[in-house]
């Protein structure tokens, strides 16, 4: 059972572009991390949100966390082609532990 | 820079072989894990250790095992592969539970004849 279900799965947008990425469960998280994945690598890690309601920027990516902490969004302002990858969201689902589930990913194209 | 490295990228074995997946961590990380990485699957956990010699089961820990007998090393044993264990691994360490980071070696990718 895949409690984390990320849409849309693939995203193909032109340079400049605004697009949201969601990450959505029925069950509460006590955090939640975005990561992003470029090809041949390994993921790294963009963003953790802990509170509900909580919302981060890094450069033009803003995350928010619901506020009941069963979802989040990734939102990108004017994409750059250094914007493609694939990006995971991954949540704990309660305090102090140490696995996470991944969501199943959103793989964004960024065309110039 | 924090490293963690995976001995093999790639590596072609036949189906009854044993396999070995070997990742090493240069950050002193209590936590260190192995998960699988399947298309529109996302990331799915095998196993991970939270100290040395310590090991739990993730969500999908059938047809694996794992030694972690150092600090900084973290193997994954596949006792005899099978097709359906072709698929990207990537191993992970973290300081330790809830909030940290998880940083991820740059995968070996398995195929399994």
């Known amino acids: 059972t895949q409690l984390l279900e990320q849409s849309p799965q693939f995203l193909s947008i032109q340079e400049g572009e605004n697009l949201t990425v969601y990450c959505n469960s029925s069950?509460?998280?006590?955090?939640l991390q975005w990561y992003r994945q470029e090809p041949g690598e390994g993921p790294v890690l963009l963003v953790t949100?802990?509170?509900?309601?909580e919302v981060k920027k890094l450069k033009r990516l803003t995350f928010q966390f619901g506020d009941a902490r069963k979802d989040s969004s990734l939102h990108i302002t004017a994409a750059q082609p250094g914007d493609t990858g694939l990006y995971l969201c991954?949540?704990?689902?309660?305090?102090?532990?140490?696995?996470?589930?991944f969501g199943t990913g959103t793989r964004l194209k960024v065309l110039a | 820079d924090v490293k963690v490295t995976q001995s093999s990228r790639y590596l072609v074995k036949r189906t009854g072989e044993k396999v070995f997946l070997e990742c090493v961590q240069d950050?002193?990380?209590?936590?260190m894990f192995w998960y699988r990485q399947d298309p529109g699957l996302g990331l799915r956990l095998i196993y991970f250790s939270y100290d040395v010699k310590m090991k739990e089961k993730g969500d999908i820990p059938e047809g694996y095992s794992v030694s972690r007998e150092k600090k900084e090393r973290f193997s994954l044993i596949l006792e005899s592969a099978s097709t359906n264990q072709t698929s990207m691994y990537l191993c992970?360490?973290?300081?330790?539970?809830?909030?940290?980071?998880?940083?991820f070696g740059e995968g070996s990718r398995l195929t399994v004849l």
């Open positions: 949100v802990v509170t509900g309601g």
């Open positions: 992970a360490s973290r300081t330790g539970p809830n909030t940290g980071e998880l940083f």
């Open positions: 950050m002193d990380h209590e936590n």
């Open positions: 991954a949540g704990a689902r309660t305090s102090g532990t140490y696995k996470y589930i």
């Open positions: 069950s509460v998280f006590s955090s």
